[in-house]
């Protein structure tokens, strides 16, 4: 049943779209929203997003199993049809995160997308930016499958305001984000398609290498307005 104002729904249907074979709830006591969703190479499914509940359902060896305040972020997994809750955890902050777009790697690794307001977002050493730049910056994270412990999480972003838009893992590992920055000075590549903004409110398109360590690729494009990428395919 409906555990708080807004919960995650998953409904799995039929091959053929004539029966509900199973659906359920996950959720806490406040709002909990979806914004990504995977499903392995054994059934399993795992979903990510944002929650602003203090009693979002985790598991007891979680990476995080307290909220940490304001809005924090989820990723969960759960067994193909739909009845067991595997894995679950928070991560954040005392301040707000949003969003969660999520990918696998080719282990069943998920890879998450956000954004944070946060100056002590987790991050690992060796990444491309354990430092925040601005007021809301990209968080680039990856758990091991477990959900306990954190494979890599890195900072990137311009002084200014960054939102995720999507996150797809390449054939080679490496991880690429699609966004939207009003940063004149989003970290970009030499030579790459466009080094500098062109107005408020560009699209940014960048490539991390497979641990987040070293920012092979990155791109403003856009035109002299506001552009809002939408995906990546």
């Known amino acids: 049943?409906?555990?708080?104002?807004?919960?995650?729904?998953?409904?799995?249907?039929?091959?053929?779209?004539?029966?509900?074979?199973?659906?359920?709830?996950?959720?806490?006591?406040?709002?909990?929203?979806l914004y990504g969703l995977k499903i392995d190479n054994g059934g399993d499914i795992y979903i990510s997003g944002e929650t602003s509940s203090n009693n979002f359902p985790t598991h007891s060896s979680a990476f995080n199993t307290s909220f940490n305040g304001a809005v924090d972020l989820y990723v969960s997994r759960l067994s193909s049809?739909?009845?067991?809750?595997?894995?679950?955890?928070?991560?954040?902050?005392?301040?707000?995160?949003?969003?969660?777009?999520?990918?696998?790697?080719?282990?069943?690794?998920?890879?998450?997308?956000?954004?944070?307001?946060?100056?002590?977002?987790?991050?690992?050493?060796?990444?491309y930016a354990n430092e925040s730049k601005g007021n809301r910056d990209l968080v680039v994270f990856k758990f091991e499958r477990s959900?306990?412990?954190?494979?890599?999480?890195?900072?990137?972003g311009g002084t200014w305001w960054e939102t995720p838009v999507s996150v797809k893992i390449a054939s080679d590992g490496s991880i690429y984000?699609?966004?939207?920055?009003?940063?004149?000075?989003?970290?970009?590549?030499?030579?790459?398609?466009?080094?500098?903004?062109?107005?408020?409110?560009?699209?940014?398109l960048f490539r991390f290498n497979h641990n987040c360590s070293t920012l092979q690729n990155s791109t403003y494009f856009g035109g002299n307005s506001q552009d809002h990428p939408n995906s990546l395919m």
Do not use: K
């Open 177 to 204: 984000g699609l966004a939207n920055t009003f940063s004149f000075d989003f970290p970009t590549t030499n030579g790459s398609y466009r080094e500098t903004s062109y107005g408020t409110g560009d699209a940014i």
């Open 81 to 127: 049809d739909l009845t067991t809750l595997i894995r679950s955890t928070y991560i954040g902050t005392t301040s707000w995160e949003n969003n969660g777009f999520l990918d696998l790697d080719s282990e069943g690794r998920p890879v998450v997308f956000a954004q944070t307001m946060a100056l002590d977002f987790p991050v690992t050493n060796g990444s």
């Open 1 to 33: 049943s409906l555990s708080g104002s807004s919960d995650v729904f998953l409904t799995r249907i039929n091959h053929n779209g004539t029966r509900i074979v199973s659906s359920t709830y996950i959720g806490g006591s406040a709002g909990d929203v």
């Open 147 to 156: 959900l306990e412990s954190l494979n890599f999480s890195t900072y990137i």
